[in-house]
């Protein structure tokens, strides 16, 4: 059984890149687990509250679930034409301690939604330095956006549109083709 860990950049409950994912994790192929993490616990870092209590326990269960993951799909929404904030403290605490060995070499696949024209090519271009500096393996071989999103997911951030369904499935047996399996 291959693992791959996904993560939604977004908190909000109706969130089309929370809802790709989980219609990620469905269209994954026999064989393959997207095991769906979760960021909304995870504090704003701060040095001195790593000092005094080392990881946060949101920040150790990302890590371990990392650590068991064959993959690493990031799911991110564009805000300002960037990463947003709460997922890149994400990130940036998952890389503390015993996490920073963790990324590297791990395959990552960086996809996502927008209700805007152009999908969230910005965001996605601005995790390149991010993962190159965790020395992250970027599968680049594939590329899904998802724009105008409101389009194909309905009110409580289900995916709904088959022609998009269908991109994501082809984008996600691409990534487990990359991991060995599917």
Do not use: C
Request: cysteine-free; charged content about 15%.
């Amino acid at each position: 059984m291959t693992t791959i860990l996904g993560l939604s950049g977004s908190l909000r409950k109706a969130s089309f890149n929370a809802g790709l994912l989980r219609a990620a994790a469905e269209v994954a192929p026999e064989g393959v687990t997207i095991r769906i993490g979760s960021i909304r616990e995870v504090p704003l870092y701060d040095a001195d509250l790593e000092a005094a209590q080392g990881l946060p326990p949101a920040v150790a269960t990302l890590q371990h679930q990392l650590a068991g993951a064959q993959g690493l799909l990031l799911v991110t929404p564009e805000y300002n034409n960037g990463i947003p904030g709460v997922f890149k403290n994400a990130i940036d605490w998952m890389s503390r301690g015993p996490g920073l060995s963790m990324f590297v070499g791990k395959p990552v696949a960086v996809l996502g939604a927008s209700p805007g024209g152009f999908g969230t090519i910005m965001a996605q271009a601005h995790w390149l330095p991010v993962l190159r500096t965790l020395k992250a393996d970027l599968w680049a071989d594939g590329r899904m956006l998802v724009a105008r999103a409101q389009g194909s997911f309905d009110a409580e951030g289900n995916l709904t549109s088959e022609e998009t369904r269908a991109r994501l499935a082809e984008f996600v047996h691409g990534f487990a083709r990359r991991l060995g399996a599917g």
